[in-house]
């Protein structure tokens, strides 16, 4: 019986075709992006099915498509690549290899993709492509000497305290070029860009920390910023199952601020009903162009209490008093009143 079992093994084996397994197909190459909404299109779509190589190949549809030469217009690609960078050490030099040569005036997104990747050795491998990036020799410089930050390193602008508000009033304004969320709205979509090439919950976490600028009463950049996270939250969130349930995950460990607006978008998501968020925003907005901010009508409120609001500043401040801030502690008399008077006009 063996013997026959082993003769027809080798019978199948020595007959042409048969009991062979058919020859294996190469996977078809994919079809080109034509266009940038084809890019987006598999970027929005890229995290159940990773394609690392393709990276590239996306990010020249959008220079050929001139999406790259506004960079405030192009935060999305830039957080994309970073975040394919990112999760790919082993091949983040090649990626990029793969990715030039570019045009002279979209070269800057190599360079910033690269810096935001959080890789360990992002300097290294941008010392070697400088070579390749002649047009942006001196944005490599900036980032390699640190006077660019990287994405992990750009800090929350913070409120500015009462007291902090009133010192601002009576010192030159610092004019040199900061890098912050506030009056970088790109960053928002950077941060959504990272996500959408990682899943990783660390840019969700970021874009929930600018929630509480989303009841801002004095800055309207500020307002602004959190009032796009708020919505863009709310809108993926109800777009993408895995968003709503890592939002719904992180929930319980936020601070006040923060799971208060977070509650709202994760109600809005799971009812659908986004376009209130929006008209919320929308209403904030126009209350604060309408108004002025928030710290003018507090002061002015202030000032109608009384004159001698900025002695009783003076009282609650103790030990940081306002005559450290450069404020005289003045009670009484006209100088509380045009203090506030001016500060309340600004």
């Known amino acids: 019986m063996r013997r026959i079992v082993a003769a027809a093994v080798l019978a199948a084996i020595a007959v042409p075709g048969f009991a062979q397994a ?64 990112g999760a790919n050490p082993r091949d983040a030099e090649r990626l990029i290899e793969h990715m030039l040569p570019l045009p002279d005036g979209d070269q800057w997104l190599a360079v910033r993709a690269l810096a935001y990747s959080g890789l360990p050795a992002w300097q290294s491998i941008m010392a070697r492509l400088t070579h390749r990036l002649p047009a942006r020799r001196a944005m ?49 979509d950077t941060l959504w860009g990272v996500y959408f090439a990682t899943g990783d919950y660390k840019p969700l976490w970021r874009i929930m920390t600018l ?39 992180m929930a319980p460990y936020q601070e006040q601020a923060v799971a208060a607006a977070l509650a709202d978008v994760i109600a809005a998501a799971e009812s659908g009903e986004t376009g209130q968020v929006r008209k919320a925003q929308l209403a904030a907005m126009e209350e604060l162009r309408r108004k002025g901010p928030g710290r003018q009508r507090d002061m002015k409120l202030w000032g109608h209490v009384g004159q001698g609001a900025i002695a009783l500043g003076c009282i609650a401040a103790a030990s940081v008093s306002l005559t450290a801030l450069g404020l005289p502690c003045v009670i009484g008399g006209a100088v509380s009143s045009a203090a506030i008077n001016y500060m309340a006009s600004q």
């Open 22 to 85: 058919a020859p294996t197909k190469s996977p078809a190459k994919p079809k080109p992006f034509g266009s940038r909404v084809e890019a987006i299109a598999w970027m929005e779509g890229y995290r159940p099915k990773p394609e690392p190589l393709r990276m590239p190949e996306a990010i020249r549809a959008f220079s050929k498509a001139g999406a790259l030469r506004d960079p405030e217009g192009a935060g999305f690609a830039v957080g994309f690549a970073a975040g394919v960078l």
């Open 140 to 188: 490599i410089d900036r980032y390699l000497t640190g006077e660019l930050p990287t994405l992990g390193k750009i800090e929350l602008d913070k409120s500015p305290t009462f007291l902090e508000t009133v010192k601002a009033q009576f010192q030159k304004p610092d004019k040199r070029p900061r890098t912050g969320y506030a009056d970088n709205p790109e960053l928002l």
């Open 211 to 249: 929630l509480p600028w989303s009841a801002e009463r004095d800055d309207t950049a500020r307002l602004a910023a959190g009032s796009s996270a708020k919505l863009t939250l709310a809108n993926n969130a109800a777009r993408y199952p895995d968003i709503l349930a890592t939002l719904k995950a």
